[in-house]
């Protein structure tokens, strides 16, 4: 496990801490499914049991460990991109409320699965009381629901961040994005409580779950289009663009989440325990990687010097149209106002 984690941290010091936060994600991701699948192959031969899951595994306590610790991860994270812009008296704007109450989703769904786990989910189906078996589609509706909303709005943030500093066809692709997630991502979470032909239903999960990952990825390489030639020094502009990439991670998790999406049908409950795993991994994933970016300028002002031929320079937008300018003084054609203050980076002044 340590391997894992070096092998994620970049050469900048800030966008190392970030990388190795949002990685962290994946690995606790991956040593429960292997726990999982380690049980499986360990245990019983899949080919004497109905499920690939051996009898008398619970995997229900396992589940609860992974949920809140990836949900405790992302609420921490979440607090510190808001400590950071209070602390540097900068406002709340629209993407940070998204992503609070994509936060509030998560939180939700968590709760969800653990009233989940109490009436025996993790559990054989034979394991189960039937009372408690009776209860358990609305909860499992309530907690796949709200995970949808969360991973939805959380992707929403972040690319309203990325309107914000864009312009020209990047701020206009940003926007079909952000109607796009919503459209489908919101229909998917609706047909959660539709009665419909399984098959139909499953088929949609997979293409919005793909879709969604598709996005993620999209949304990581449009800074670079933004940033790459900005007037900034390459250390600094590589730390940059890293941290506003590591929607990534959510990416990958969405991709691995698509195998999973059919064991909705299995009658077993016990077979998509993966899939509630990775589904929480994706939401908590998306709201760390969008608080990153801002993050660096918490990190950026723990530094005590700087090389001399460096001047500190407030970055407030990385839109084309707001100007570079050194920090304490006015901007001209600052057409938004304190929009992106995430970075307070070096950026190297001509001597002239």
Known sequence: MPTAFQSAVVTSSASATGAATTTFIPIIVNAATSSIDAVVESEVPAATVPSSVPPGVDLGPLLNFTTWLMTGLAFAILMLRIYCKASRKRRLW??????????????????????????????????????????????????????????????????????????????????????????????????????????????????????????????????????????????????????????????????????RVPTINSPDPIDSVQLVIFGIAESATTIIAASIPVLRALIHEGKSQRPKHQAPIELDSISSKVPLRRAGSVATDYSIQDDVTHYNVPVRIDSR
């Open 94 to 259: 629209w993407d940070d409320y998204v992503l609070s109450l994509a936060w509030i989703c998560l939180a939700v769904a968590g709760t969800m699965t653990t009233v989940s786990v109490n009436f025996g989910y993790g559990r054989h189906l034979d394991a189960i009381a039937k009372e408690d078996l009776d209860r358990m589609p609305t909860i499992a509706n309530a907690a796949g629901f709200t995970s949808v909303l969360a991973a939805m709005w959380s992707k929403t943030s972040f690319a309203l961040t990325l309107a914000r500093i864009s312009e020209g066809w990047i701020f206009r692709l940003t926007w079909i994005i952000i109607v796009s997630i919503n459209l489908i991502m919101g229909s998917s979470a609706i047909m959660v409580w539709i009665d419909m032909d399984n098959d139909t239903k499953i088929n949609y999960f997979i293409f919005t779950t793909a879709y969604s990952g598709a996005m993620d990825v999209l949304l990581s390489m449009l800074p670079w289009k933004i940033i790459w030639h900005l007037r900034m020094t390459k250390k600094e502009k590589i730390g940059v663009l890293v941290a506003m990439s590591m929607g990534v991670f959510a990416g990958a998790t969405s991709f691995i989440k698509v195998s």
